[in-house]
């Protein structure tokens, strides 16, 4: 299928899957030459080495990035024991070196990884200390002091361990970084580790099995959806015309449906906007339609 522009009107949601060797930011040129849209947003990077998930808003549907649900993440990783790297994953340099563990003390330190956690990031993140990225000032060789931050571990699902390699899938909050978590992995089990390969299946609703390849993005091969995909945790209400009328004038409507959020779609189950509910009112916050 040729790109197309998507209607002015809506834009839309974009699920990419993103190959090694490329940025995040690389992948929304693309998009942009094969959309002819400028207007695009993405929730959340991923580090050039790293494949998998990005999801793009397209358009007007930009507009939308605040109310999308990326919880909680899931990654595909491989950890290398022996030595940590400056960067935490394959792309630094040798730092600690330690004998592998066995897997039995890997096992005995998932739990100290495992919930409610106080993260280090990386040296090499995009982390910020008095306006200063942490990446730039590590790699001039003054790197930044950075606070643990909060992040959540889910789950860790291990794979096949051969070789002093370890494959497993971790289960995250958004703001985790799992280098670091392949880093403190290493220590907790009295070694030393980082991240080999890295790939994001999920990101909150949204799988990487229905995102578009970036060589078929590049070719005009467009699956851009609607909106109201890029919604799906929300309650949906549906708007008769004079109620539709209303919100494009910013005014509230009666709520039917459940919900704190919802996203208010007319008859054709296109969306008009996003509200937040108010007594027993749909108040919208953000409209995408004029009017």
Avoid at 7 to 30: F, I, M, Q, R, Y
């Amino acid at each position: 299928m040729r790109g197309r522009r998507p209607e002015a009107s809506a834009g839309g949601l974009l699920l990419v899957d993103k190959p090694a060797g490329v940025t995040s930011h690389d992948v929304v040129a693309v998009a942009r030459r094969a959309l002819r849209e400028r207007r695009i947003g993405h929730a959340g990077t991923l580090d050039p080495f790293a494949t998998g998930l990005l999801v793009l808003l397209v358009g007007r549907a930009t507009r939308l990035l605040p109310y999308l649900s990326g919880e909680p993440k899931v990654y595909e990783a491989s950890v290398r024991f022996g030595f940590e790297t400056s960067t935490d994953d394959l792309t630094g340099e040798p730092t600690v070196t330690a004998p592998p563990p066995a897997l039995d003390a890997i096992r005995a330190a998932l739990p100290s990884l495992t919930g409610e956690l106080r993260q280090l990031p990386p040296a090499y993140s995009a982390k910020q200390v008095a306006g200063e990225r942490a990446y730039d000032a590590a790699r001039r060789g003054a790197p930044l002091a950075l606070a643990p931050v909060p992040v959540t571990v889910h789950d860790w699902s291990l794979g096949v361990f051969r070789d002093g390699e370890l494959d497993v899938t971790v289960t995250c909050s958004g703001g985790t970084y799992v280098r670091a978590l392949a880093r403190d992995l290493g220590r907790a089990a009295g070694g030393a580790a980082h991240l080999t390969r890295l790939r994001r299946l999920r990101s909150g609703p949204f799988d990487v099995r229905d995102a578009t390849p970036l060589a078929a993005l590049e070719q005009g091969g467009v699956a851009l959806r609607p909106p109201i995909d890029a919604l799906g945790t929300l309650a949906v209400d549906a708007m008769d015309e004079a109620a539709v009328q209303r919100l494009l004038r910013g005014m509230p409507v009666p709520a039917a449906a459940a919900g704190e959020w919802g996203a208010l779609v007319d008859e054709s189950r296109a969306l008009v906007a996003v509200a937040e509910r108010v007594g027993d009112a749909w108040q919208p916050r953000v409209v995408l339609r004029d009017a």
